[in-house]
């Protein structure tokens, strides 16, 4: 792919700093920019090299050199909408990193005239409990998954597309496609479910239990140590999959106990074998 002369990273927190960091690495763009609401975060981003310079607010973008040839808000899902769309006309092509995605796109339509037809909303399924450009990593998107959603009619945006996957790819992702609403109802299931059930199995844990604890539970409970209004808040936007998903979790919940209960070892051995074999293709 053709060098970008900008790019501009909103958010420099662990995915947008990790980004901008991954950026630099491949050598995407000459120039990396970033802006965090967050004037230490900013700055720390800068100490670290993961950017070339910051800038305050969206409204000095004018005094960049050129327009912004590549705009990634890296921000909270329930920020994106507005950032994408004052970010649209200064910007060649834009992406985000949200979470979630359908409400993403409504909001556009509802709150702000419409989806951009330079917006490619992008997630890349890569992470940690930590946060902050303190704990970026320009390798974090190595061997990851980034999913593409689209919001554009089929043609529309061909190009634009391409080279969001092409900008991915740079990073070390590996990229595939779903629409708006197959993101929100996988990412529930795969990503959202997991962390509601860390965050609610931890309620049951007394402190003077942490001294009994060992792999199997470190394992289990790691996401439950993440930013807790961070995931309010993708819970939240996707409260209706994430609600279907945790329905269907009950259910299989109740088959595991009901067989505990009933000592049924037919029952209960069929359950965990099928979970173990399924776990072991990854």
């Not at 991954?22 to 720390?44: C, E, I, P, S, Y």
Request: net charge negative; glycine share 8%.
């Amino acid at each position: 792919m053709n060098t970008l002369d900008t790019a501009l990273v909103v958010g420099v927190g662990l995915i947008g700093g990790s980004l901008a960091g991954a950026l630099k690495a491949a050598g995407v763009a000459k120039q990396v920019v970033g802006l965090d609401a967050d004037a230490a975060a900013a700055a720390t981003a800068l100490q670290l090299g993961l950017v070339d310079s910051v800038i305050d607010t969206l409204d000095t973008l004018d005094a960049l050199p050129a327009q912004v040839d590549l705009a990634l808000v890296c921000t909270s899902s329930e920020q994106i909408a507005a950032q994408v769309a004052a970010l649209a006309p200064k910007a060649t092509l834009v992406m985000d990193v949200g979470s979630v995605k359908a409400p993403i796109i409504t909001a556009l339509e509802q709150d702000f005239g419409g989806v951009p037809p330079n917006f490619i909303p992008c997630h890349p399924i890569s992470g940690s409990e930590q946060s902050g450009p303190a704990a970026a990593q320009a390798d974090l998107f190595q061997g990851a998954v980034t999913v593409i959603s689209s919001p554009h009619p089929e043609g529309d945006a061909d190009d634009l597309i391409a080279a969001a996957a092409q900008i991915w790819e740079a990073a070390g992702a590996q990229v595939l496609y779903l629409s708006p609403a197959a993101h929100d109802e996988m990412l529930a299931v795969t990503s959202h479910l997991p962390h509601l059930l860390a965050f609610a199995y931890m309620q049951q844990v007394d402190e003077g239990l942490l001294p009994y604890t060992g792999g199997g539970f470190r394992d289990f409970t790691r996401i439950a140590a993440a930013n807790p209004q961070l995931w309010w808040r993708i819970l939240s936007m996707n409260r209706k999959q994430v609600v279907a998903a945790a329905e269907v979790f009950n259910q299989h919940l109740q088959i595991l106990t009901q067989a505990l209960a009933a000592d049924d070892a037919e029952a209960g051995l069929a359950a965990l074998q099928a979970a173990a074999d399924l776990r072991q293709k990854l």
